[in-house]
């Protein structure tokens, strides 16, 4: 095993148990919390953890299983954002009390993670198709929690449940463009290896 491999096998089994941990963290506060923002984070969380172990097995394998590989990480993320958007459609239906405050927190601490787990990525410099479907990962990450804190101070200011609604839908939309730029990548890498 080369070094930069080696290399990468550490990174991703770090960033494997940051987001396996944020996906046990931010789910128990997100069902605690009421909040489909939190929840959603946290199942994208889950999903990220699945794809950085599918990454990481992939790594000193041939072209066509990580491509095989970043494809299955691209439908899971599709598919975690229609459970997303189903959650929402739920909350709205029958209601939901999501707290601020724990939303703001939890934000907060997932997004020092998350950051950490991106320059470890970034740290790389790899051209790798699965190195750069976890570096999409750890950056949709980062920006949802920018958006679950906006939600948790508007659920504070306003005393309403829509900002978490919103938040859960969006993280939905930033899931379903990573994983069509993921699926796309995968595409252009199988024509460029013709």
Known sequence: MTTAVARQKRVLQQVLLWNAL?????????????????LANAVDNGSDAVVYLLSYLAIDRRPEWKRKAAALSGVMLLLFAMAVIGDVIRRWLFG??????????????????NYWCLVLLRRMHSNDINMKAAETFSLNDLVSNGGILVAGALVMWLGVSWPDLVVGVLIAIIAIKGGMEILTGVRKDAYEAR
């Open 22 to 38: 944020l996906f046990a963290g931010l789910g128990v506060a997100g069902w605690i919390g009421d909040s489909s923002a939190l």
């Open 96 to 113: 939901a009390e999501p707290l601020g405050p724990l939303m703001m927190a939890l934000a907060l601490c997932a997004a020092a993670i």
